[in-house]
C-alpha cells in the first residue's frame, strides 16, 4: 500500500488523490452522524449552527433540547414503551433462535435448507411487506394494536440475527467437547449448560444485540401494529419528522447514537473473547 | 466390542445387527435436532409465514360482493352483459331483498367502496339507492292495507307466518320481560309451504330485526318486500288460503279477490330502481356486479399493473388513473441509481480498506460500522436536517459563494433527496460485501501483473476487477433488494417526486383502506425480492451472510 521510491509523478499524484476521495467518502458515511451531536447543544430552536455556536460562545450552547427530552412525556412515554417491547422480543429471539441453531448445526437434519429459508426470510422480506401482512392476519386474531401483537412481530424480525450469529460460532465448535462430557457422565442438558452454552455465548450475546436493536429501531411495523398508547421512539421520532420537527429529536438522536457506540464495543469485545475462546489469535 | 456372524453381519454389543444400531441411532438424532428446530419453525410459521400468506390471500379475495348480494349474483347468472339490455324483473326484485339487508347492516357502503375501485360512482350509486330501497314496492303494501288494515299491524304477520311454537315462546319472553335475547324467528310450516316467497322474505326480515337491529318483529311492520311477495304467493296459489285456520281464511281471499279485481297493483321494482338512479335503467352497473361477483378475483392484480377488468376483457386503465407501474418503475430505477451510487462509493474504500495494514484498517472500519448500527430514523433526521434549505449544507454553500441565499438548492422532499439519504443509508451494506471478497484476493497478483509490463489501469482492470466481480454482485444483490422495500426514508425526504411503491403500499392500508390493492402491490414486490434472493443465495449462499 505504501508508495514505492520509484514512483512516477503521475502515480504519486494518483496515489495521494486516491487517499482524498475515500477519505471524501468516510467523511459522507460519519459526518450526518457526527454533526447532530453538536446540533442537539443548540440553545436556539435552530437546525444549523447559530454564530455564537461557531464562535464557540458557550451561550450558544445548552442543555435544553436533552432536557425536554428527558421530562416531556411526549418523548419520555415512548422511550420506555421501546425499553418494554425490545427486550421481551429479544428474549424470545433469542431463547428460539438459539435452540434452533444447535438443531440445525447438526449433521443429518432433513429439509434443511428449505427450513433455514423459512428462518431467515423476515430478514430478505421487505418490512413493508412483513408489516402489511401482519397488520391484516394479526387483525384476524385480534392481535393488532396491541403489546403482544407488536412484541411477537419484533420477536419474529430479530430471529435471523441470532440464527445467523450462533450458526456461525457453532461452525467452529468443537463436537468431541460434547462427547468428552457425555463421556464423563454429563446428561445432554448439563453437558449443555456447562460446556456448549459458555462457549457458543458470544454468538447468543451477539445475536441478542442484533435482536434488540433490530426491536428498538423498528418503525414500519410498529406503525401498522401498534396502538396509540404503545408508541416507541422510532415511531416518535417518524411523527416527528413528518409533522412538526422539533429539536429535541436530535437530542433523541444522539442518545440513540450514544447506545449504538456502547453496542458496536460490546460486539467488538465479544468478537475477540470469542476468537480467544477458539483458540485463534486476534487480528 | 463388535463380532461377527457366520454370515458376514457385524453385530454391536447388545447382539443386534450393527447397521440396524446404527439406523436407529441416526433416527434418533434426527429427531432431536427436529425437536429443537420446532419450536422456532412453528413460531416463525404463525407470526411471520402465515402473515405473508394472509396477504397473498386477500390479493385475490373477493367475498364481499358475492356475501353482500347473495340473491343478485344468483339472479344475474342467467344474465349476459351481451344482450345489451338490463336484467329483468326478477334480477331488480333480489336486489332490493339483498339491499334491505344490507342497509340494516349498513354493509351496503362498503360494498360501494369496493366497486368503486372498479367503477367510480358505485359508492354513491349505492348510497343513494340504499335510501330508497325502503320504499320500493310501497304501493303494493298500501293496497294490501287498503283491503285489510290489519296488515299495517306487525302481529298479523308473526302470527300468519310463524311457527306456534316459536310464538308461545315469544310471547312468554315477551311476559319475562328479561334481557335474555328474543327466541330467533321460525316459520310455520304450512306458511313455508304455501306461502314460499312470502315465508323466505318475512324470514330474512325478522333475522335482521332480531340480530341487527336487536328489535322485535312483532313491533315493526315487514318491509315492503314480504307484502309484495304475498300478493305474488297468493296469485300463484290463489287456494292457499285453506291450509290457514279459519280466522285467516277470510282476509288471505280478501286479499285474492282484490288481486283479481286490480285493487292490488303488480311490483315493479324495475321502475322503482330507475326512478331512483337512471343508471339502474342501463346494464353497466349490473356488469360491473357480474364481473366481480366470483369469490376470487384477479382485479386487484391487474389494478396493480394498471389494467382493468371489463365484461369484454382486460382493458388499460385511463391515462388519469395509471400510476402503479410508472411508480414500479421508479423504484427499480431509483434502486438500481442507489445502488450505482453505492458501487462507486464503496470500491474504493472497500480496496482501502482491503490493502491497509490490519491495525488502521481495523480502525477506519469503525467509521463504515457506526453509520451501520446507528438507527435508521437517526441517519434520516441527520439528513433530513442537514439537506433542508435552511440547513447546514446549504449554509455552507452560500458562505462559500458557490450558490447566491435568495437561490439555495432543492435538496430535500425529491428524488436528489431519497437518492443521497438512500446510499448513505446503504453504503455499509456494499463495503462489507466488497471487503470481505477482497481481503481474499492476494495483492501478489497485482505485483505480478506489473512485473510482466502492466500498467497500473490494467492490472487493475484485466486482473484486480474481475476477481472482485463476486463481492460487487454480492454487495449490489444486497442492496437493491434493501432499496426496493424501503419506506421511511423516502416517505420523510422523497417528497412526491420521490417516493417508492413501498409508499403506495403503507398509503392503501393506512388512509385508502384498499386493503386489496395494498396486497396485490405487495406480492408483486415480494416476488421481485423472492427471485433477487434465490439469485443471491445461487451466487453468494446465504449461510455466508456476514453480519459486522
Known sequence: ?283 | MTEQTADGLMLAADGKPLKQSLNRALRRQKLRAFLLIAPLLIFVLVTFIAPIGDMLFRSVENDIVADTLPRTVAALADWSPDSGAPPGEPVYRALASDLLIAVAAKTHTQLGTRLNYEDSGFSSLLRGTGRDVDDMGEDVGKALVAVDPVWDEPVTWTNLLGDPAWISAQADWAKAGDKTPEPPFVPSAAAQKNLPLTAAAYGDFARVMQTVKEDSPTEKRPWNTVAVSLTEDLKANPSAAAAFGADWQPRLSAVVAAEQGGAIPAADFMAAFTESDKAWGTPQPWEVIKTFSPRFTSGYFLNAVDLKMTPEGIAPRSEAERVYLMLFLRTMVLSLVITGTCILLGYPVAWLLANLPARTANLLMILVLLPFWTSLLVRTSAWKVLLQQQGVINDLLVWAGLVADNNRLVLINNQTGTIIAMTHILLPFMILPLYSVMKTIPPSYLRAAKSLGATDWTAFWRVYFPQSVPGIGAGSILVFILAIGYYITPELVGGAKGVFISNRIAYHIGTSLNWGLAAALGSLLLVVVLVLYWVYDRIVGIDNVKLG
Open chain 1, 1 to 283: 500500500m505504501s508508495l514505492p521510491v520509484y514512483a512516477s509523478t503521475g502515480q504519486r499524484i494518483w496515489h495521494y488523490a486516491f487517499r482524498v476521495i475515500c477519505g471524501l467518502i468516510f467523511f459522507f458515511l460519519i459526518a450526518p452522524i457526527v454533526i447532530i451531536i453538536p446540533l442537539s447543544f443548540n440553545a436556539q430552536d435552530f437546525f444549523t449552527f447559530s454564530p455564537e455556536m461557531l464562535r464557540l460562545d458557550p451561550a450558544g450552547y445548552s442543555l435544553k433540547h436533552y432536557q425536554d427530552f428527558f421530562t416531556n412525556p411526549d418523548w419520555q412515554l415512548p422511550l420506555w414503551n421501546s425499553l418494554a417491547i425490545a427486550p421481551v422480543a429479544t428474549l424470545i429471539a433469542v431463547s428460539l433462535g438459539t435452540l434452533a441453531a444447535i438443531g440445525l448445526s447438526q449433521s443429518h437434519v432433513p429439509f434443511k435448507s428449505a427450513i433455514m429459508a423459512i428462518l431467515i426470510s423476515p430478514m430478505i422480506v421487505p418490512l413493508i411487506i412483513s408489516a402489511a401482512g401482519m397488520y391484516f392476519f394479526y387483525s384476524r386474531v385480534g392481535l393488532q394494536g396491541t403489546y403482544w401483537g407488536v412484541v411477537l412481530a419484533h420477536a419474529v424480525l430479530g430471529i435471523p440475527f441470532v440464527i445467523i450469529t450462533v450458526t456461525a460460532t457453532l461452525v467452529g465448535f468443537d463436537r468431541s467437547l460434547t462427547r468428552a462430557a457425555a463421556s464423563l457422565g454429563a446428561g445432554p442438558v448439563r453437558t449443555f449448560f456447562m460446556v456448549q452454552m459458555p462457549l457458543i455465548m458470544p454468538g447468543v450475546v451477539a445475536g441478542a444485540l442484533f435482536a434488540f436493536i433490530t426491536s428498538f429501531d423498528e418503525v414500519v411495523v410498529v406503525l401498522f401494529l401498534g396502538a396509540p398508547g404503545d408508541k416507541t421512539l422510532p415511531w416518535q421520532m417518524f411523527t416527528g419528522l413528518r409533522e412538526q420537527i422539533s429539536p429535541t429529536i436530535l437530542a433523541a438522536a444522539t442518545v440513540l447514537v450514544a447506545i449504538s457506540i456502547a453496542l458496536l464495543i460490546t460486539l467488538e469485545v465479544l468478537r475477540r473473547r470469542s476468537e480467544r475462546l477458539r483458540g485463534m489469535s486476534p487480528t
